[in-house]
């Protein structure tokens, strides 16, 4: 009897033994792996505050929090080499862990890079064409990305469980009708999502266009993959498909350049001077900062009856910047007029012919 005793003991020593091993061996691993990535962040950072460019500074920072998952994992690794008991545990969950990191390390390097990117793309400077062109392919192809590494990121975290696998391969083994169902649930989405990919080949739009569409007037403010966002005059978001800016027709004002025309129209009595209306529009127009030096031209684009109408046509560096502009022309045009040439505004003339003929 002392033998089988003796046997049982020893049994259930191992079994006590293994996991408080693999519990040692994992906590001694996590705990050097935590402290080399803060040794060698540490000094990474530091590099990175010397230099003038921001670029390092975004590289660094993104990189901290998946890299220092990717370092216990390899520390891990090296330790189950070393402990059976750990090597058992660590086999079971690598193959579920690893697709996750190396999922999280890509779109922590895919949105540095594009970050830093961006830093090169100054949407601030009067002439912005080119770096909201930019901006708008770096932030598509940007979302277009992540959307490739979560789905198979995820797809191979689900192969790596067994269940998952097994039926998800029984499932595409009748999946003829589910599958043009889910086809045709999911087309607007599919739809959306193409329609993403051919607007960052054909830029129909850009960050920070402005645009009119749906009667609304304001800016590009965000391009997703399935929607764009259109900040309205009046602080308004409007939310529009993309697919819209693919088959709608819409205008853009911006297109090729961010300068714009503007205009101002008076409606003056047929006897008005144009000559004195030019001289002040000039002396207007030119005294204002916001003024861009391009355009200024004063024309008479319509005549009725009772009235003329003259534009007034001027030069801003960008939408906002115009219609500030035109505000202040039209008042202050008005306002002089008002103050110097009062008959000049236009009137409305009756004529009573029998007192005309009476007087006769």
């Known amino acids: 009897m002392i033998e089988p005793i003796s046997e049982s003991i020893d049994v259930s020593t191992r079994l006590l033994a293994d996991p408080a091993q693999a519990a040692i061996a994992a906590g ?62 660590w086999a079971r969950i690598a193959a579920f862990v690893l697709p996750a990191v190396v999922g999280w390390i890509a779109l922590a390097v895919l949105r540095a890079l594009v970050e830093a990117a961006k830093l090169k793309a100054d949407i601030s400077v009067a002439d912005n064409l080119k770096a909201r062109r930019k901006r708008t392919k770096l932030t598509m192809f940007s979302r277009i990305a992540t959307f490739i590494i979560v789905f198979v990121t995820v797809g191979l975290m689900l192969l790596a469980i067994p269940g998952v696998r097994n039926i998800g391969l029984s499932l595409v083994a009748s999946a003829g009708l589910a599958g043009l169902a889910v086809g045709a649930a999911a ?29 609304e007037w304001g800016w590009i403010e ?31 004002w911006t297109k090729q350049t961010a300068n714009l025309l503007g205009t101002v129209f008076l409606h003056l009595d047929p006897k008005a001077k144009i000559g004195p209306i030019r001289e002040e529009f000039f002396r207007q127009v030119e005294d204002n900062e916001r003024w861009d030096g391009r355009v200024r031209v004063v024309q008479v684009t319509e005549t009725t009856r009772d009235s003329i109408e003259v534009r007034l046509l001027m030069s801003a ?29 236009a009137q409305l003339r009756l004529v009573n012919v029998e007192g005309a003929q009476a007087a006769g």
Request: hydrophobic share 50%; proline share 5%.
């Open 28 to 89: 001694i691993a996590i705990l050097a792996a935590i402290v080399i990535h803060g040794a060698i962040f540490l000094v990474l950072q530091r590099v990175a505050t010397r230099t003038e460019a921001d670029s390092d500074d975004i590289v660094v920072r993104a990189l901290r929090g998946p890299t220092r998952l990717a370092t216990i994992i390899v520390a891990l690794i090296v330790a189950a080499r070393e402990v059976p008991e750990l090597d058992e545990i």
């Open 187 to 215: 087309q607007p989405a599919l739809k959306s999502l193409i329609a993403g990919v051919q607007m960052a080949m054909t830029e129909p739009i850009n960050i920070d266009d402005a645009v009119v569409l749906e009667g």
């Open 222 to 252: 965000d391009i997703r993959t399935t929607y764009v966002v259109v900040k309205i005059w009046d602080e308004r978001r409007l939310v529009v498909p993309t697919s819209y800016f693919l088959e709608q027709p819409f205008q853009n």
């Open 317 to 345: 560096k960008d939408s906002p910047t115009l219609f500030d502009l035109r505000c202040d022309i039209r008042e202050g045009m008005l306002e002089w007029l008002a103050d110097n040439r009062p008959q000049d505004f």
